[in-house]
């Protein structure tokens, strides 16, 4: 380790050397250039008996191009580098290497782990869908024969009481809430709801679900069809004595369930099929849900 700091000492020593060398030679060079007599801006004048006038001083000497200058430097990099290729590989021996610092107790990187955490993440799907939700709770009479429940959200006591069996329901936009409709009523619609209930006595004429979400229906009376549109995920619960009665239409849905109710009985549920099997036969096509066997 001694002799590496000698000989890296020695290599310094040189370049200094020849530093100082070449920054003598430039003092040299200007001091040599101010001492040089100035040529003579006024002309002399003739002497009265018309002899010529005595030549002028010689001319001082040209300044250094820029030629001579990159050649001077180009001299002093020459020395700098001969020293340094002098001392060999050695001189990079008695360098310390690097170590990384080691990380406290507790700290944590700053840098994500990949590009997913470095980007801004959107709003989350519950969030998006409680927007969609959000709204003035209402639940009113319209036109003097609609009844209208909008935007109830987590409201589990709601109820409405029919006295026209003209009238109608109409519930929307609702979220994590139950409604129950007492009395008979002509339909009872059912549109973009998320994780809802209802319970009605009678609907004289039809049932209807469309784009909702994870939805229960319980049928106590009577119930004649009950339709399903763009609806993922419906429970139907009809008792068993009227069951032969109600006829389920489905369209563009999925995870449909018909579960009958029986007193003395467990309830038995019955998932819808999803896929169907269309065959031409005897000039026409004939539709039948796929068996899985």
């Known amino acids: 380790m001694a002799s590496a700091i000698g000989r ?9 050397s020849a530093l100082e060398r070449a920054k003598l030679s430039s003092m040299e060079d200007n001091e040599e250039s101010q001492k040089a007599p100035k040529r003579s801006a006024t002309p002399q004048k003739s002497s009265s008996n018309g002899a010529p006038p005595p030549p002028g001083p010689p001319p001082p000497p040209l300044a250094k191009t820029s030629s001579d200058q990159e050649s001077a430097e180009s001299s002093t990099h020459s020395a700098l580098f001969a020293a340094i290729n002098s001392a060999g590989t050695d001189i990079t021996k008695s360098l310390k290497k690097a170590v990384k610092p080691e990380k406290q107790e507790g700290e944590t990187s700053q840098q994500p782990k990949d590009l997913a955490q470095a980007k801004v993440t959107s709003k989350p799907k519950f969030a998006q869908k409680t927007s969609q939700h959000s709204g003035e709770p209402k639940l009113y009479l319209k036109d003097g024969k609609t009844w209208t429940i909008e935007y109830q959200n987590s409201n589990y006591n709601l109820q409405v009481e ?17 409604v129950k409709v007492v009395g008979k009523c002509n339909s009872i619609t059912i549109d973009s709801c998320n994780k809802c209930g209802v319970v009605f006595e009678s609907a004289l004429s039809t049932c209807t679900l469309v784009n909702c979400n994870s939805v229960q229906l319980q049928v106590e009376k009577q119930a004649p069809s009950v339709a399903i549109d763009k609806t993922d995920g419906a429970n139907i619960f009809i008792p068993s004595n009227i069951v032969s009665e109600t006829q389920v239409v489905t369209a563009k849905s999925s995870s449909i369930n018909v579960t009958v109710t029986n007193e003395d009985e467990d309830p038995v549920e019955f998932p819808l099929p999803e896929q169907f099997v269309n065959k031409y036969v005897g000039g026409r096509w004939i539709t039948e849900p796929v068996r899985h066997e």
């Open 162 to 178: 029919v006295s026209d069996k003209k009238h109608s329901v109409y519930i929307y936009r609702c979220l994590d809430s139950v």
């Open 8 to 16: 890296l000492e020695e290599v310094t020593k040189r370049i200094e």
